[in-house]
């Protein structure tokens, strides 16, 4: 069975970032422990918007964005 491509190698591949930003953001999470994306975003490597887009993309679903809308409990 194929090996899953990673998160970082796929945002590479697809030129959303650099393997130079990825490099650092591995590096940093190697030290943190945080979550790849987070460090990304946190970075200013690609916004959330971004993010959440790309997933969507890979997922073959659509992607709704709910924050303008006020949602009762």
């Known amino acids: 069975m ?7 190698d796929l945002l590479v ?6 393997q130079t ?9 190697k030290n943190t422990g945080e979550r790849l994306g987070q460090i990304l975003i946190n970075l200013n490597y690609l916004t ?3 993010f ?6 890979q997922l073959h679903i659509p992607f ?3 924050t303008p809308y006020h949602l009762n409990p």
């Open 21 to 29: 930003q990825l490099t650092e953001a591995l590096a940093k999470q």
């Open 13 to 18: 591949q697809h030129h959303v970032i650099t």
């Open 48 to 50: 959330e918007q971004q």
């Open 52 to 57: 959440l887009d790309f997933f969507a993309k």
């Open 2 to 8: 194929a090996q899953p491509i990673k998160l970082g």
């Open 64 to 66: 709704f964005d709910l």
